[in-house]
């Protein structure tokens, strides 16, 4: 059955000339890197608060509680390894790369920084919770804890997107714009629940496109031009992509 359904979708990107690939934290889960709603226990939104620690109210209310958490994050990131899924997806530079991840084991492994696309934000990096737009690069193995931006005095935050906040426009422009003219879209390792992000899948449907989705849980039908692989990336994605 799954050689069947991976020979059909190897045929669908074979006949593809338009593809890109919408990443979530199922992609970096075999790096280690705990998904948010799995179903192992380990998911971060099962052992903590999303609005304590990913919303501008968790923020204002406790900042460095927040900070804290980002930090701990940031040292599992510091030793963590992008895994075969992600060499697999370096390797085809071609494949355009809109993901949800805030990590930076895509890059690690291989695709040029600038050619990655992610939708909220990133983990290596604070800005100004102000307005001054102060940004600056934190090394993951001893992020600094809460501190004031120096160039106005507010505090300093993750460059991620929390819930209730919108995403970089410049960013959700372009992913808008590829996915409205995608032969085919690979969905990999995401639940597909968080908006406006998952919305892109439906967007490329709409469009016509072919989508290809990957995930170790059988997922929600995305259209007729669904086909749907179950099983880990870091296994499924090599085999996909051999020979493209
Ligand atoms: C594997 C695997 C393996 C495991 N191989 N697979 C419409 C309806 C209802 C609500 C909303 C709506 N539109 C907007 C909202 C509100 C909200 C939202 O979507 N809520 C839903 C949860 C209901 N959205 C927002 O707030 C967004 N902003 C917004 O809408 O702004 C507009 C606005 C502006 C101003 C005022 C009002 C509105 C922002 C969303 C930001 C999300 N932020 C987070 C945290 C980022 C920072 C951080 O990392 O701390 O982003 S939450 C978290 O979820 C993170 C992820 O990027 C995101 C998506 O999760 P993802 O990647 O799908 O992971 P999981 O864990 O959910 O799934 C993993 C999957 O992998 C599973 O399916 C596994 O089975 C699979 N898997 N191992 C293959 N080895």
Known sequence: MTDRRLSAARNALSTSRRIAVFSGAGLSAESGIATFRGNDGDALWSRFNPMELASAAGFEENPARVIDWYNWRRSKLANAQPNAAHVALAKRPRLVQITQNVDDLLERAGVAASAVLHLHGTIGKDRCNGSCGHEETVDLASAPPLRP?????????????????????DVWNEAQRLCSQLDCLLVVGTSATVYPAAGLIEQAEAAGSKIISINTEPSASF?????????????????LLEGL
């Open 149 to 169: 931006c120096p160039r106005c005095g507010a505090y300093l935050r993750p460059a991620v997107v929390w819930f209730g906040e919108g995403l970089r426009q």
């Open 223 to 239: 259209g007729a031009e669904h086909l749907e692989l179950v099983g880990p990336a870091s296994v499924l994605l090599p085999q």
